[in-house]
């Protein structure tokens, strides 16, 4: 019997917007897996606390996503107290489908910054990590960071599924020139938002007043 496979993409999606869900639509298409679950954090430990609260991003991406039951929306670690740390969270995932094959998602960024992430180097026993770059990304890894996804590095999609953690896939994708950030300053300008998130979320951002 198969075991299940899961892709997790966590982010702050303060608010969810188009260039999330094109780039969650090209990796899902690429892993080919049972499940994609969007995982919005609680507490971002490395970044300033997020505009909206956790239940309003957690509800955004619930309205972003409605209509696509291929996606869903964890909401684990909104509902945790304290810091969202992924190792934490994978953890967490770990013990509720222990031979599943699990799949982070990270973006260049954060990978070429991963030895600032919480327990780093437990990573890679937890989880399959697949590294999303964009145009004009560059891989810049610490020699620690390096060596350790040299040594999981896969070169196929498929090889993901047949283990539950450790492999190391690089995915380039299209992304779309869109921002969470731009969206904030956009609309805290009054100027309009629209065609860049989904227009049930801008209706919700409207009647939560958020971001003004
Ligand atoms: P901010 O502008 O506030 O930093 P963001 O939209 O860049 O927000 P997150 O919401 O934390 O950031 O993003 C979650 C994940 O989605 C990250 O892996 C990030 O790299 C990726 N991502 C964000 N925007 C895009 C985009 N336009 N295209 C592809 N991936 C994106």
């Not at 260049?108 to 919480?118: F, M, P």
């Not at 990590?129 to 004009?136: K, T």
Request: aromatic share 8%; with cysteine; glycine share 6%.
């Amino acid at each position: 019997m198969s075991v299940p496979s899961i892709v997790i993409l966590g982010g702050t999606f303060d608010p969810v917007h188009f260039g999330h869900l094109r780039a969650a639509e090209e990796i899902r298409e690429t892993l080919d897996m049972d499940e994609f679950r969007f995982l919005p954090c609680g507490q971002p430990p490395h970044r300033d606390a997020p505009h909206a609260s956790a239940s309003q991003r957690l509800e955004m991406l619930r309205l972003a996503l409605a209509d696509w039951p291929d996606f869903t929306v964890d909401d684990r670690e909104v509902l945790r107290q304290g810091p969202s740390y992924m190792v934490d969270t994978l953890s967490d995932f770990r013990t509720e489908y222990p031979d599943a094959a699990l799949v982070l998602v990270i973006g260049q960024d954060a990978a070429n910054s991963l030895d600032h992430w919480h327990r780093w180097r437990a990573l890679p026993g937890l989880a399959h990590l697949v590294i999303m770059s964009r145009h004009g990304d560059t891989a810049r890894y610490p020699k620690a960071v390096e060596d350790v996804l040299l040594a999981g590095k896969a070169d196929r999609p498929r090889s993901l599924a047949d283990s539950p953690a450790g492999r190391v896939l690089n995915v380039a994708i299209d992304s779309l020139p869109v921002s969470a950030s731009a969206i904030r300053a956009l609309i805290s300008s009054g100027r309009s938002a629209r065609f860049l998130v989904p227009d049930p979320v801008l209706r919700y951002i409207q009647q939560q007043g958020l971001y003004g």
